[in-house]
């Protein structure tokens, strides 16, 4: 009786201990940083080109609520690509495309030997196919003119982003709506009304003389991606504009005559900066920050800009260091941005908890890479997961010191939740794949398959 | 088959019961009867009589036996808080806030939908117990009993909206969705078990009619359960959609003291059984209630399936926390119940399950000798 109690502990030693080898084999394997990996692949397949500039001059008729645009992209094919597509979804739902031309070739957006809308399975994102084989390792140019219809309640002319539901600007211009894809834009907006106007954008912002227009050029400068570009134009009877300097950083506010205090926000920043600047390093938008102060509670983080209520500034300022700067290379790896920013906000309390070593979830690996958007979870489980590195790497100013290391060396290097895990490695020598496939992938380290499923080009006449 | 067994059983305790009454009924009535005979004697027989009788009953009936039912307000006031959060939380989320976007930016939003439903509370309950009375003399007894009470409340609430939002002073500026939460079924309940002992002190108004007066003490054995489902469901112009199902269930029991008070009037209507009526209030709390809590979450929007979140479960002490927000269209402040393990002592103390109320029961007592 014995030996067989020996044999079976001798098997169920070895069967643990194959389950964790297995598990080591496959988590190295979800190693997302070689050169052209399986998701970059997929990303290539997905998204097709590679988008080198952007080029928008938008003409705003705010008393005929509408803007048109003339865009003009300038990119390149992925790999291994030849059919290029965009996204830009005003097109689907109404009738906007007024022109497009391809390498000057004029195509038809309802013809569909020139065009056609696509999805992929596994995104809700839709895209423009454009029905021509191009070549790699040249510049091509895509020009679309279309018109944009505004709501006539207000003359705001703004983004409509909205991260946590994967919506970016292909809502304004026609981009690809994919984190990993970073380009320079340069967005004009002419202003055709007689009531002076406000501007405030990322990058640098320029105003152009002009007779017939209010004319006003944003330069992001630095390739970023492109729901992280801020805009907004309002009327300025309505608003008070203000701009200081803190702590070196040239900041410009605007906000409702009525609304939330500018001064109440200035005063907030005058502690935040220094102290994300002390804590992660210079600021990371050398033209420094715009804020939209708006008095209704949210916000949205863009590349050098917010547009945010009193209660969300620093949040959405933080997102400065972790979001619009050291950037996630999927949609569904975004939750590390809200993940270190709710961490960093809430583990200045010593009794918050770091996740549990028994929590098992799939919030990430149950969305597809391609996915836009991201899982809600990453506000509170994920700052719990973020503390969890925290307690392992000593504690919070251990974690914060790694935070700017990140930072520092990754900013505008895009990368996964693997490639967080990996710099932790490099930084530390803290392995913690394992725990962050239990609590992300829902312990099956077998999620970078999806070859086969999510491969699958579903082409529609998508078209209203 | 084992419904039907189960409705066969009630039916024949109805029926037993009625029988009961019945019997007793015609006791009474033959009582009466008796009880008029004794009109056609003198007066001086009659007290004398009722002096003999007494006494022989006195010396007879020492034991007696109770059974009551009856009515009895309630009010758990603090499972009424913690398990009314939700509804105080989104009438303050989507009511209030609706309603001052609406009247602040009446260019700018517009509305349409309602909530339907509320929380019901429990305002009552229908005790039922028995107690086994002990005279020590012709006026004083002694009693030990018990009681046990039990009621459920379900709610159904449903938040149903459609908005259509361009406020230039907002974040995303153009919102246009339909959404609908329902918290349904929400469901709350308490039990009570209640060992008690008592002191009765009774005046005879005449042959049959007592009158009593008596102080019980005893101990209360308190649960609760609290459980709901959340659906919620938003559809944007942008089309997107998304959808959240949570559900939880959280359990309790503690032990705490139970004190009452009160008068009743008995009617002897036979020899050995009477009927009476009681009136009181008793005092019943229970605190450091102990008990296992379960949750669950899922959620899909139109850029993922449907991603649940693995059963949480735990134990501990539950205890009500005090939350408050400050928003543009007003203030909240509520206490929440179980979203957290309580395990401080302020939160544990902060939570009791409440029995007490007005009582009133009616009831049989046998003389048993």
Known sequence: MRIFKYVFFCFLISFSALAYSNQSVLAENLDDTTPYSELDQLLAETFRIDIKEITVIFDYYPDDSYAEGKASIIFQMRLGQTIPLIHFDPALRYDSILKIKLNGENLNFYDISDIQVVEFEGSAQKAIEFQRNLPENIDHTLEINYRLFLPEDYPRFSPVVHDLQGRGNEERFPTLN??????????????????????????????????????????????????????????????????????????????????????????????????????????????????????????????????????????????????????????????????????????????????????????????????????????????????????????????????????????????????????????????????????????????PDYTDSYHELIKKDLRK | MNIFKKKHQWFLRIKHFLVLILVMVLMASVNSLYAYSYHQESDSQIQHKFQKQREQNNKKNKLIFEIYGGYSTLSPSDLHTGAQYSENFYDWYYKDRYQHYSSAYSDYFHFTGSKTGEFQKINNAFPIGFRIKFSTSQRVAFSLGFQYISKEEISNIKYSYQVRSAIPDEPHFVEDYIRVLELSPLSISIKGYTPFMGIHYAIPLSRSLLLEGFVTGGLLFARFRFSGTHTFTETNIYEYWEESIEEYEYKGKGIGYS???????????????????????????????????????????????????????????????????????????????????????????????DLSGFQLRIGLSIRIR
């Open chain 2, 259 to 353: 004190l009452g008070t009160g008068v009743r009037a008995e009617w002897l209507a036979v020899r050995n059984i009477g009927l009476f009526i009681e009136s009181g209030y008793s005092f019943q709390k229970a605190g450091r209630i102990f008990g296992p809590g379960v949750y669950d979450y899922c959620y899909s929007d139109s850029n993922a399936p449907q991603i649940c979140e693995p059963t949480d479960s735990w134990e501990g002490y539950w205890g009500l926390s005090s939350v408050s927000l400050s928003r543009e269209w007003g203030d909240f402040s509520g206490k929440r119940l179980g979203a957290y393990r309580a395990k401080t002592k302020v939160a544990v103390k902060n939570f009791h399950l």
């Open chain 1, 178 to 447: 994919s984190p990993e894809e970073l380009c320079r834009h340069v967005l004009d907006f002419r202003v055709h009304g007689q009531k002076p106007y406000v501007f405030l954008g990322s990058g640098l912002v320029k105003k152009i003389d002009s007779l017939s227009t209010q004319h006003w050029r944003l330069e992001t400068e630095q390739e970023v991606a492109s729901y992280t570009v801020m805009f907004v134009l309002v009327p300025e009877e309505d608003f008070v504009y203000e701009e200081q300097e803190i702590n070196g950083i040239p900041v410009r506010m605007a906000a409702f005559e009525n609304g939330d205090s500018i001064d109440e926000a200035f005063a907030q920043l005058e502690e935040w900066l220094p102290e994300l600047e002390e804590n992660l390093g210079p600021f990371p938008m050398p033209r420094g920050l715009s804020v939209f102060l708006t008095s209704i509670y949210g916000g949205m983080e863009y590349y050098g800009a917010a547009i945010s209520s009193l209660e969300a500034l620093k949040h959405e300022v933080f997102h400065m260091y972790f979001g619009c700067s050291t950037v996630a290379k999927t949609y569904r790896d975004t939750w590390m941005d809200e993940a270190i920013n709710e961490w960093y906000e809430h583990s200045v309390d010593p009794d918050f908890y770091s996740m549990s070593s028994s929590y098992v979830s799939n919030w990430v690996g149950g969305r597809s890479p391609i996915s836009v958007g991201f899982d809600s979870r990453a506000y509170n489980e994920g700052s719990h997961i973020m503390q969890a590195v925290a307690e392992r790497l000593g504690g919070r100013q251990e974690m914060i010191a790694f935070l700017s290391y990140l930072h520092l060396n990754y900013s505008f290097a895009p990368f996964t939740t693997f490639g967080f895990l990996d710099y932790l490695k490099s930084y530390s020598g803290i392995d913690m794949k394992n725990e962050f496939i239990n609590w992300l992938y829902n312990g099956n380290a077998d999620y």
